[in-house]
Structure formats: C-alpha cells, structure tokens
C-alpha cells in the first residue's frame, strides 16, 4: 500500500510558475507509474501527466511544454514543475499511483493551485 501527500499548491498570476511535490510512504513506489490530475469546480477529474517506473513521460495537449512531471525512487517523490501558467489550470491538483492492470488506486488528498488574471 501507498500514501501520497501533495504540496506546494498556492495562488500565482498569470505566467508565473509553482511546483508541486507529492511525497510518497509505504512499499513499492519504484513500481508503479504515477499521475497528476486536476479538478475545478463543477467540473470532471482531468488527467495532467504521467510518468511510468523508468521515467517514460506523457502530457496532456493542455498543459504539454509548459509542464513537467519528474520522480525520484530513491526518495519517493514525484513533482510537477508548472510554467506559464493560465487562469484555466486552476484546480485541485492530485497525485495518484497505479499498476498496469489495475489503473490508478491510491490517492493523495490534493493541493490548491489558483491562478488569476
């Protein structure tokens, strides 16, 4: 079993940057890939990026080069640098872990990131 804890969320004007960290306990992390999805309000979880164990990457065509996800296994961390950001990226920002087969199964709580015009 896996725990994820993001941080890092905040509020930032337009064409600023965050970064968000999601630190991981519990066995396996080297073996699952891992995401980042987003949630506005009223809206549908939407997928951001993903990262599979041996660091193979895929994006969203929304957020695709100004985004971009990173892990260590060592540390069990994975991260989402954000660049350029957009009023429209505002949401509640998840990182999940899954296995081939299953999908994702564990869920961090999520961090806030508003940005404003």
């Known amino acids: 079993q896996v725990q994820l804890l993001e941080s890092g969320g905040g509020s930032v004007q337009a064409g600023g940057s965050l970064r968000l960290s999601c630190a991981a306990s519990?066995?396996?992390?080297?073996?699952?890939?891992m995401g980042w999805f987003r949630q506005a309000p009223g809206k549908a979880r939407e997928w951001v990026a993903r990262?599979?164990?041996?660091?193979?990457?895929t994006y969203a065509d929304s957020v695709k080069g100004r985004f971009t996800i990173s892990r260590d296994n060592a540390k069990k961390t994975l991260d989402l640098q954000m660049n350029s950001l957009k009023p429209e990226d505002t949401g509640m920002y998840l990182c999940a872990a899954g296995r081939s087969g299953t999908g994702y199964i564990y869920w961090g709580q999520g961090t806030q990131v508003t940005v404003s015009s």
């Open positions: 990262i599979s164990s041996d660091g193979t990457t």
């Open positions: 519990g066995y396996g992390y080297s073996s699952y890939y």
